[in-house]
């Protein structure tokens, strides 16, 4: 790829486009419709049927294995409605061992449950198609401060440097807090979008520009092109024209498009329509 492309159709036409081009991406998010039975108003999320949910998410994860790199990675974000079904199917597609991770985005919302306990997370099913595929742990890095245990002894250094300190075989091990440290398979540190957050568009179901930020900066370099494919309000385009990263978008819905093409617009972003 050498500049961005947005396609005004569904996930499987763009996808068939992407491979009649012969064009791939390095990386790839997907946050598909998660078999909620609602009319959101910007996009339909109501299936016939179950076997016609899961029979459109294997042509499009197919789809995705072809429009990849062959170091390629993808990254799908669900709920507990679909999680297990499709952890199954991407095993199937992607293979087992191409799995990496299931990653927690537990977040903080409002509401309570009367019968089950809330749920306050989704789940994001990270693969990887090869071994060689690009992966930095610290590319978006939390605060060590946040991530120290309490076990550890407090100091500061000469310079004023604060850290967490543990003695191990008589040697003292420092941990200082202005260093980063890598997250785990559990984001809490990114909140969910509050109603006045000054980054919502006022389409449904937007993910934060942080979210995607961390994806992109830990499964991307510089200069490599980033796919979505149900790329609502734009917001991987967005966070990937921001990190230097090209993208490959795709949305059927009308008001997907007139939102997305706003969003980068404000932000200077160039690419051509398909």
């Known amino acids: 790829m050498e500049h961005n492309v947005y396609y005004a159709c569904g996930a499987e036409e ?15 998010y997907l946050d598909p419709p998660f078999w909620t039975g609602r009319d959101f108003g910007a996009y339909d999320d109501r299936f016939s049927s179950p076997n016609e949910y899961y029979d459109s998410m294997a042509r499009i ?6 429009a990849l790199d062959e170091n390629g990675s993808v990254f799908v974000h669900i709920d507990e409605r679909v999680h297990a079904h499709l952890r199954l199917m991407m095993d199937e597609i992607f293979g087992e061992r191409a799995f990496r991770n299931e990653i927690i985005w537990a977040y903080r919302s409002g509401g309570r449950a009367r019968t089950h306990f809330s749920r306050k997370h989704d789940t994001i099913l990270y693969y990887a198609l090869s071994d060689k595929a690009f992966f930095d742990p610290l590319g978006d890095p939390l605060p060590r401060k946040l991530a120290r245990g309490n076990h550890m002894r407090r100091g500061t250094d000469a310079d004023g440097r604060e850290y967490s300190a543990i003695l191990s075989a008589g040697k003292e091990y420092r941990y200082y807090d202005d260093e980063g440290v890598a997250p785990s398979d559990v984001w809490d540190d990114i909140p969910h979008l509050q109603q006045r957050d000054p980054e919502r568009t006022g389409y449904p179901t937007q993910k934060p520009e942080k979210l995607l930020r961390r994806v992109i900066l830990c499964a991307s370099r510089p200069g490599d092109a980033v796919l979505d494919v149900f790329s609502g309000s734009g917001t991987t385009l967005a966070a990937a024209h921001k990190l230097g990263r090209l993208f490959i978008g795709a949305d059927r819905s009308p008001e997907a498009q007139r939102t997305t093409r706003a969003r980068l617009k404000e932000i200077g972003a160039e690419w051509e329509e398909r």
């Open 14 to 28: 763009a996808l068939n486009d992407l491979a009649r081009r012969g064009e791939r991406a390095q990386l790839c």
């Open 61 to 66: 994860l197919q789809g995705v294995k072809g």
